[in-house]
């Protein structure tokens, strides 16, 4: 076990909104406006954000492909006292996203680690797809390769807890026909620009979700979610 100390600076860990700027809490606003520098998966995207709310504050990126290195340079900082706070492109950290190298090197290091806690896209379509959300698990991204993709959901069959998955909106007309595939024509849940303007949830059999979006272009993020087997 290793323990946090308070004598080094603090690493926070902020989630942002997932496309509604109203769901920005006060105290994400508070601790962005206190740290030192704000490690970010696109800085770019996260320049808007703190722009938005009147935050200047230094920038730095941290993402999938840099991680490696810039996870000592951010803990030299923290030993040194300063404060930093990680951020994604939208949502919570760390969900399908850049970061645990960084939270395991503070924990190794004695950096005390303060979560921000805010909007997530699992949660927001866990709670309204309407399937058991007593016991869960999330599977991050479906993998682009068919055969994979047959080989994860396969695994996945038996699964007896509701199940989310992210996915793109140019490759879910090739995802939907293997998930019916593999785990047969269960309900399904999709989630699409939660919390934007164009929201939209859409709820039936795999087969009729399949039939009803077959011949959209879809835009947006999505989120999947299915009842683990014997559900209903």
Known sequence: MTGQGSSRGTLYVVSTPIGNLGDMTHRAIETLLKVDLVASEDTRVTGGLLTHFGIDVAQTSYHDHNERQKSPMLIEMLLDGKSVALVSDAGTPL?????????????????????????????????????????????????????????????????????????????????????????????????????????????????????LIEKRNLKGEIVIVIPGIGHG
Do not use: Q
């Open 95 to 211: 969900v399908s996203d850049p970061g645990y190298r960084l939270i395991n090197e503070a924990w190794a290091n004695g950096i005390d680690i303060v979560p921000i806690p805010g909007a997530s896209s699992v949660l927001a379509a866990l709670v309204v797809a309407g399937f058991p959300t007593d016991s869960f698990c999330f599977e991050g991204y479906l993998p682009n390769r068919s055969g994979k993709l047959r080989a994860t959901l396969n695994a996945l069959a038996s699964e007896r807890r509701t199940m989310v998955f992210f996915e793109t909106p140019h490759r879910i007309l090739k995802s939907l026909p293997i998930l019916l595939e593999t785990l047969g024509d269960r309900d399904i849940f999709l989630g699409r620009e939660l919390t934007k303007k164009f929201e939209e949830k859409i709820r039936g059999k795999i087969s009729e979700v399949l039939l």
